[in-house]
């Protein structure tokens, strides 16, 4: 009977030392990366210019099967509440970083640049628009990415005062560098 205690111990001992590398220590390539992928694909992060752009943007509880769904991404256009400043070369957004507290997903945009929407098409697609006008960015891929030494799980972004539910633009090397 001591013999099987001690096993058990060792068990959760090891299962637990492998959860907490999963969930806490270690990011999600460094999990894959000595993985043999299906089908002969190559699982590497996407080394990316340090000065594209990211659309940070807040996600509603429960919206974040419509945005993946719909391809699309919208914030309000104009200067109302929640509308986001536009910066030099937004047109070329090349990410977007979903978050609500915790749980983030970083997606490849299609780089076509936003669409105005209004909010009637919105609201036919399932949003729930509160504002007239938007610009949306079209997700290009669902599946999330990693950018090699970017750990978006780390990042203490904007969740905090009255700007917190207000996307924005930012960099790579900005995010990198923990300047949100």
Same mark, same amino acid.
Not at 12 to 20: A, D, Q
Not at 84 to 112: C, P
Not at 129 to 146: A, D, H, V, W
Not at 161 to 166: A, I, T
């Given at each position: 009977?001591?013999?099987?205690?001690?096993?058990?111990?060792?068990?959760?001992?090891?299962?637990?030392?492998?959860?907490?590398k999963? +969930?806490?220590?270690?990011?999600?390539?460094?999990?894959?990366?000595?993985?043999?992928?299906?089908?002969?694909?190559?699982?590497?992060?996407?080394?990316?210019?340090?000065?594209?752009?990211?659309?940070?943007?807040?996600?509603?509880?429960?919206?974040?099967?419509?945005?993946?769904?719909?391809?699309?991404?919208?914030v309000?256009?104009?200067?109302?509440?929640?509308?986001?400043? +536009?910066?030099?070369?937004f047109?070329?957004?090349?990410?977007? #970083? +979903?978050?609500?507290?915790?749980?983030? #997903?970083?997606?490849e #945009?299609?780089?076509?640049?936003?669409?105005?929407?209004?909010?009637?098409?919105?609201?036919?697609?399932?949003?729930?628009?509160?504002?007239?006008?938007? #610009?949306?960015?079209?997700?290009?891929?669902?599946?999330?990415?990693?950018?090699?030494?970017?750990?978006?799980?780390?990042?203490? +972004?904007?969740?905090?005062?009255?700007?917190?539910?207000?996307?924005?633009?930012?960099?790579?090397?900005?995010?990198?560098?923990?300047?949100?």
């Amino acid at each position: 009977m001591a013999k099987w205690h001690s096993f058990c111990i060792d068990i959760g001992t090891l299962l637990y030392n492998h959860l907490k590398k999963i +969930l806490i220590e270690q990011s999600a390539y460094e999990q894959i990366r000595d993985s043999i992928p299906q089908h002969g694909l190559v699982y590497s992060p996407i080394v990316a210019d340090s000065n594209e752009l990211i659309l940070v943007g807040y996600c509603k509880a429960g919206y974040k099967d419509i945005y993946l769904n719909n391809k699309l991404y919208y914030v309000p256009a104009g200067l109302g509440n929640g509308s986001i400043n +536009l910066v030099s070369g937004f047109e070329h957004t090349k990410y977007l #970083l +979903l978050y609500h507290g915790k749980e983030r #997903l970083l997606l490849e #945009l299609s780089g076509n640049g936003p669409k105005f929407y209004t909010a009637k098409t919105l609201q036919g697609m399932g949003f729930q628009p509160s504002g007239e006008y938007y #610009l949306g960015f079209e997700i290009k891929s669902t599946n999330p990415i990693e950018i090699e030494e970017l750990d978006i799980a780390a990042l203490d +972004l904007r969740d905090k005062g009255k700007q917190s539910f207000r996307p924005y633009f930012t960099t790579i090397k900005k995010l990198k560098e923990g300047k949100i």
